[in-house]
């Protein structure tokens, strides 16, 4: 960290209102929170930390933020211009490199590599959460992510399932907040694009290089919003007791918000040349 700070431009009103509504409605943040951000280096995450270090500013409660980015060592992750950004952000910054490609490659079994690569990924962020006092580990799922996963959970699972708002893990020393749960994915782009960020565009080492379930779901639910300007805020609706949990575990450890397990995503991508 440097005494140097780089502050990217305010993030719109319109998004720290869904952000601060989310945070309020769920109770995510308490006085005296210290909260780590996991910090892919895509466009959701970095837009997330300038959105809490704004509303930490203004918040009727003192809370910390630092943030963590887990490092895949895949071949596309390219970390050049954020780690030097985040050395101005005046936060702690945690970077981890983990060879999670690599590990697939001996410890897979019979999962898709999303879900070893959640997992990994959960435990790595728990890790330094424990390590260093945090208490609050942020995800920066949107409102698109949950209703993707619901529609994912419905079509392929049969169940009623999105990822949880706000809730304490299995261990109960850590609570994982998602603040950005009311925002939708073209409000962090916009913003990203406009604020300049060091966005690493292909932070996810599998399911942004081929077509997945995911995939399909966003581009079925863009079709219905063409016909329905109000399906997102329909869906918030109905979501809003899982989002909760009201409807039992929607979010448990070893579940995986982005889990894809259809065969063509059961691969293991390639590793970062050295
Ligand atoms: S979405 Fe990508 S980065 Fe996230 S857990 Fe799955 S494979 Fe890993």
């Excluded at 109770?27 to 210290?34: H, N, P, S």
Aim: aromatic share 6%; proline share 7%; net charge positive.
């Amino acid at each position: 960290m440097t005494g140097r700070t780089d502050r990217p431009s305010a993030p719109p009103r319109s998004l720290l209102s869904a952000t601060g509504r989310a945070i309020r409605d769920f109770d995510m943040i308490r006085e005296g929170d210290r909260i780590l951000l996991g910090l892919s280096g895509g466009k959701d995450s970095l837009s997330l930390l300038q959105i809490l270090l704004d509303l930490r500013r203004r918040a009727p409660v003192r809370f910390e933020i630092a943030a963590c980015t887990v490092d895949p060592q895949s071949e596309d992750f390219n970390p050049s211009r954020l780690i030097p950004w985040m050395s101005r952000q005046g936060i702690a910054y945690h970077y981890e490199r983990q060879p999670i490609v690599a590990s697939a490659q001996t410890s897979m079994s019979g999962d898709s590599f999303c879900a070893f690569c959640s997992r990994m990924r959960r435990g790595i962020l728990y890790r330094v959460a424990r390590e260093n006092g945090y208490n609050v580990l942020a995800l920066a799922q949107h409102l698109d992510d949950l209703a993707e996963t619901l529609m994912m959970s419905m079509f392929f699972g049969g169940k009623l399932r999105t990822m949880q708002a706000h809730y304490t893990n299995d261990a109960g020393d850590v609570r994982i907040i998602r603040p950005l749960c009311y925002a939708r994915e073209r409000q962090t782009r916009d913003y990203s694009i406009r604020a300049g960020l060091p966005v690493i565009h292909d932070n996810c080492p599998a399911c942004f290089a081929m077509p997945t379930q995911r995939e399909a779901m966003k581009q079925m639910l863009a079709e219905q919003e063409k016909q329905n300007p109000r399906l997102f805020a329909s869906l918030l609706t109905a979501m809003k007791p899982l989002m909760s949990g009201q409807h039992g575990p929607t979010d448990g450890e070893s579940q995986n918000p982005r889990l894809d397990t259809t065969p063509q995503n059961m691969w293991i991508p390639r590793l970062r040349a050295e």
